[in-house]
């Protein structure tokens, strides 16, 4: 069965940067992207962007341009999210989820348990 | 940016009754909408695809329909499980994909 399982909890200072893990099993890890999306405290889903596990390609959404990178290890079948200079509004659960197939890359079809990210001073 | 604006925000409803959840893209989406659930402390799970497709396992009293810029989701009988905050999110051309503000659906 698919899964996906997130790195723990990070406590971050405002500035600080924080690399997020996301290993997958179940399923042929270069044959899907990997999306990220989070979520702040009592707030809606935002979606941040991709990586194609297969080549290496990403598309961020604009909010994080600059700020964002998305990577992959294909050995260890394991995505990676880095966030820098971190603000308080960063403080958000982060989620890896893996996309559907074909025409449904973006769909987010199964996702990682989330990882709480807490950014303060 | 396609901005999707989903109503109500809050959605109450009686076990039994049927629950109508509305989502609008500000531009056309085609069918490329996705619906979700959201329960407190977990992850989302997808419900619906390509606008009316339902996910793996998800049951028939989940419907989907809609094109171009109006979507509905329509729980036929509301049962205790499926009280929850729902998103939609569009996946049309190319990114960004972005989700709705959600509608929660409570206990009335």
């Known amino acids: ?34 999306h990220w999306v989070r979520q702040a405290p009592g707030q809606g889903l935002e979606w941040m962007g991709w990586i194609n596990p297969n080549s290496g390609g990403t598309n961020y959404a604009q909010n994080f341009q600059g700020r964002v990178t998305m990577t992959r290890d294909t050995s260890i079948s394991t995505a990676y999210m880095e966030l820098s200079r971190l603000r308080s ?31 303060s001073s | 940016e396609i901005v999707m604006t989903q109503s109500p925000a809050t959605l109450s409803v009686s076990p039994g009754e049927r629950a109508t959840l509305s989502c609008r893209a500000s531009q056309s989406v085609s069918s490329n909408l996705a619906w979700y659930q959201q329960k407190p402390g977990q992850a989302p799970r997808l419900l ?58 409570e206990i009335k």
């Open chain 1, 89 to 119: 509004d960063d403080t958000a659960v982060y989620y890896c989820a893996r996309s559907g197939g074909g025409d449904y890359i973006g769909v987010v079809v199964y996702w990682g348990q989330g990882t709480l990210v807490t950014v």
């Open chain 1, 1 to 34: 069965q698919v899964q996906l399982v997130q790195s723990g909890a990070e406590v971050k200072k405002p500035g600080a940067s924080v690399k997020v893990s996301c290993k997958a099993s179940g399923y042929t890890f270069t044959g899907y992207y990997m």
């Open chain 2, 48 to 105: 619906i695809y390509g606008a009316s497709t339902r996910a793996t396992g998800i049951p028939a009293r989940f419907s989907g329909s809609g094109s171009g810029t109006e979507f509905t989701l329509t729980i036929s009988s509301l049962q205790s499980e499926d009280f929850a905050i729902y998103y939609c999110q569009h996946y049309n051309n190319w990114p960004p994909w972005t989700f709705g503000q959600g509608t929660k659906v």
